[in-house]
């Protein structure tokens, strides 16, 4: 939905940038550990996510006025992908302490990930506003993460599971503060800038 906002609008006005970025960065991580693990399920999932994502961050660096900080973010997250995969295929010898390694690394970026929609609480709060959170994204979170927990119970792999579980707990703060805010009613307020 935040794609045709940003292709029917042509402006990326109320909608998030960094979701995006650590979503594709996640996605590229898991990619990684599944196939260390010859997961064909992380493979699949986390290679047709971090096409979708790529997507989007083209599509919003296209419509955002200002392409600079867009691309800066990007190509940040970009250097710690690439210093990542560098560690773990150039410094990392064994199998078995790669794959700790990079599930730890991945866990990292799944909670980020999870946390990065709430970057604007203070801002949400303060103006008694969700137009700068996606309703549709907070409802795909939560069945992701929910899924993600159960499969990662399921494997019994922690790395999986245990990231996972603050995206079901944001979801249902973000579920409450739309709630508490719903969209509707803050027409007399400006709008957010992400």
């Known amino acids: 939905s935040d794609l ?26 898991w990619l990684g550990y599944g196939c260390l693990k010859q997961d064909p399920t992380l493979i699949a999932v986390n290679a ?3 096409a979708l994502q790529t997507l989007y961050i083209l599509a919003y660096l296209y419509y955002s006025p200002a392409k600079r900080p867009v691309l800066l973010r990007s190509l940040l997250l970009l250097a710690v992908l690439a210093a990542g995969y560098g560690y773990f295929t150039l410094l990392i010898a064994d ?33 008694k506003s969700t137009r700068c959170l996606s309703f549709p994204l907070t409802v795909t979170t939560f069945l992701a993460s929910t899924s993600w927990t159960l499969y990662g119970l399921q494997l019994r792999d922690p790395y999986i599971t245990v ?10 703060v973000r579920f409450w503060l739309f709630w508490r805010y719903p969209p ?11």
């Open 184 to 194: 509707g009613q803050d027409k007399s307020y400006r709008p957010l800038h992400a």
């Open 48 to 50: 047709i996510g971090a």
């Open 95 to 127: 199998g078995r302490t790669r794959l700790a390694r990079l599930g730890l690394f991945c866990s990292v970026f799944t909670i980020s990930m999870y946390l990065s929609p709430l970057a604007d609480l203070a801002k949400i709060v303060r103006s």
């Open 163 to 172: 990231p996972n579980v603050p995206g079901i707990v944001t979801s249902i």
């Open 4 to 29: 045709r906002q940003m292709l029917a609008t042509k402006s990326v006005e109320n909608i998030q940038f960094l979701p995006f970025l650590t979503t594709d960065v996640n996605n590229l991580s």
